[in-house]
């Protein structure tokens, strides 16, 4: 029988690579895959083995086994991913490796004993924890639409990318928004999950563009 050994924490991922955790609404942290990925040697993983299990290209529906196997056991997990369960329209054309993905995090949850669910794994996200208030009708002295595309593009951000982003989230334009709004999404695209969407949006148009 394998040998028991303590499980990996946020703590010591986190000291490993700050980047390997990210911290979202009410400080709550969550790991991502591919950072468990990269430690699981360091605990005697020594194979992951795919299966798709279920796949329904209509409903863009698929489900995965993923078996890990090391000096620790082996542990078996899945994973799914469909239109409901993802919150970023733009990956759902890659449904298929979502839901391998999901389903390798979660089976490497259960191997390195770490209970906290993984990024991937998660759905519908919120930019913050308050409830937006309805969108308002812009005021003769809101700034016009060039003055805060300005000031997006000093920041490194694309308007248009912005409200694409907002759009997919039944969220006003930013040329929409009133000037208290349009602060307060200034400092949520500084957190580290609006630089996770974007990367995401970017990611998902260059796959595109291959097809």
């Known amino acids: 029988m394998p040998k028991k050994e303590p499980g990996l924490t946020l703590d010591e991922l986190e000291k490993i690579d700050p980047s390997y955790v990210i911290r979202l609404k009410g400080g709550k942290r969550y790991p991502f895959t591919k950072a468990l990925i990269s430690v699981m040697w360091r605990y005697g993983v020594e194979s992951i083995e795919t299966e798709m ?3 329904d290209p209509t409903a863009q529906r698929a489900t995965h086994r993923a078996v890990i196997n090391g000096s620790r056991g082996m542990y078996t997990a899945h994973g799914d991913c469909c239109p409901k369960s993802v919150s970023n329209r733009g990956v759902l054309p890659h ?6 993905t999901r389903a390798i995090g979660r089976a490497l949850r259960w191997y390195l004993n770490l209970g906290e669910t993984a990024f991937d794994e998660l759905g519908e996200l919120e930019e913050d924890t308050q409830p937006q208030p309805a969108p308002k009708k812009r005021k003769r002295a809101a700034p016009k639409p060039m003055a805060r595309a300005e000031v997006l593009k000093q920041k490194g951000h694309d308007i248009e990318v912005i409200d694409s982003l907002r759009r997919r989230r039944n969220k006003p334009s930013v040329n929409d928004l009133s000037k208290a709004d349009f ?16 990367h995401a ?10 097809r």
Do not use: G, P, V
């Not at 449904?95 to 391998?100: A, C, F, G, L, V």
């Not at 602060?183 to 974007?198: C, F, G, P, S």
């Not at 949006?201 to 291959?210: F, L, P, S």
């Open 53 to 55: 299990i279920e796949h």
């Open 95 to 100: 449904y298929q490796r979502i839901s391998e």
């Open 183 to 198: 602060e307060r999404m200034l400092e949520w695209l500084k957190t580290d999950q609006a630089k996770q969407m974007i």
């Open 201 to 210: 949006y970017y990611i998902a148009k260059e796959e595109n563009k291959r």
